[in-house]
């Protein structure tokens, strides 16, 4: 069987490629394919930095990403455990500077079942598998033909479970201004990883939606680059918002230009979970300095029942302008005044406004 099966995720599947990539795919791809020749004739060894991926009883998403490593490297050199802090002291520009191992095939073990599964041209695993594992927290075990093995997260959704939590990251849980241009290559390059700071009031939202609604799925939507994966993955843990799995997009040329978009990376995996999730409405929060609003608006007003609210921090007229180059907030669009957003510019305040819509109701008792 096929597993990257259309109708869960994207599959690995791409938007239609044209019979010719654009030229700086290309070049990107002979790059890569030189790279990665020389490594392998330096002793340099393919290993897998595992995803936190997602799916629900009888089918799921495994996401990785496969590169290579110094000779002698050990199986888990890009999988260190959450507890692992030692990757915060890391500079963010040692996160960009890996070579991936592009079209590699790799083994995918779940649910007793064995699957074989291939990275994309950027080293990017993305594989649906028709594999049946009980709801919850769970794990896979992806391989290579070398013997080397990790363990990936999977988190599988309750198919009963009627809430769900999708958040944007950047300036929504973190601060880090990574859309803006030359704050991007600040944070990303020169800033430790460790000096990252939590959104005020944050966390405690993330708290008590987790207690307001048990085993409720949170999904992590950013239009970063999985490269920033293990940093983000740690700052969360380290700050207490509740793990989950990340949808996050790849930085550099595709086959139809120079750079992907983050808004249709946004917009078509909401999308996918409407379509993959029928019974979840989902709670989206996300902040008002870049397309978020935009975004969640035309998703609430095409879907409106796969919505339950929106909640949106606001960023001070300082980081709107250094957002969008203006002092206002991107205005949020939707049909229905029921999905008209709760804004807040701390987590906070956020609490209160949906305990005020009745999405909370309840966390009072429970804190």
């Known amino acids: 069987m096929d597993p990257t099966c259309a109708g869960f995720g994207d599959g690995g599947a791409h938007p239609e490629a044209p019979d010719r990539p654009h030229w700086a795919a290309r070049v990107e791809n002979r790059v890569n394919l030189a790279v990665g020749g020389l490594l392998r004739a330096c002793g340099f060894q393919v290993r897998i ?11 799921i998403r495994v996401l990785a990403k496969l590169l290579y490593a110094p000779p002698g490297s050990p199986a888990n050199f890009y999988a260190r455990p959450l507890h692992d802090m030692r990757g915060l002291a890391l500079r963010g520009f040692r996160s960009f500077t890996s070579s991936v191992a592009i079209h590699h095939s790799a083994t995918v073990t779940a649910g007793g079942q064995r699957f074989t599964v291939n990275a994309d041209r950027t080293g990017i695993i993305d594989a649906v598998l028709p594999a049946d594992l009980p709801p919850g927290e769970c794990t896979v075990e992806i391989s290579l033909g070398d013997g080397s093995a990790v ?20 300036d929504t849980v973190v601060v880090t201004m990574l859309p803006r241009p030359l704050l991007a290559f600040w944070n990303a390059f020169i800033v430790h990883q460790s000096s990252r700071r939590v959104v005020p009031g944050m966390p405690a939202l993330y708290e008590t939606l987790r207690r307001t609604y048990p085993g409720a799925p949170f999904l992590y939507l950013s239009t970063g680059a999985w490269n920033t994966y293990p940093v983000l993955r740690r700052f969360l843990h380290r700050n207490g918002y509740p793990t989950g799995p990340m949808i996050m997009t790849d930085w550099g040329p595709t086959d139809t230009g120079f750079f992907r978009s983050g808004r249709a990376h946004k917009r078509d995996s909401l999308r996918h979970l409407a379509r993959d999730f029928p019974q979840i409405r989902w709670l989206l929060i996300g902040d008002d300095g870049q397309h978020d609003p935009e975004i969640y608006g035309e998703f609430a007003a095409e879907l409106p029942d796969s919505v339950a609210g929106v909640a949106i921090r606001q960023l001070s007229p300082q980081q709107q302008v250094l ?8 205005p949020f669009k939707a049909s229905r005044s029921e999905h008209h957003p709760v804004s807040a510019p701390d987590g906070f305040g956020l609490i209160n406004g949906l305990r005020r819509l009745g999405l909370l109701r309840g966390a009072r008792d429970k804190d």
């Open 323 to 330: 957002s969008h180059f203006g002092v206002s907030p991107l």
């Open 49 to 59: 930095q595992p995803f936190h991926g997602y799916g629900t009883p009888g089918k």
């Open 151 to 170: 363990s990936a997260p999977v988190t599988v959704f309750d198919p009963a479970q009627p809430i769900g939590i999708v958040s944007d990251v950047d």
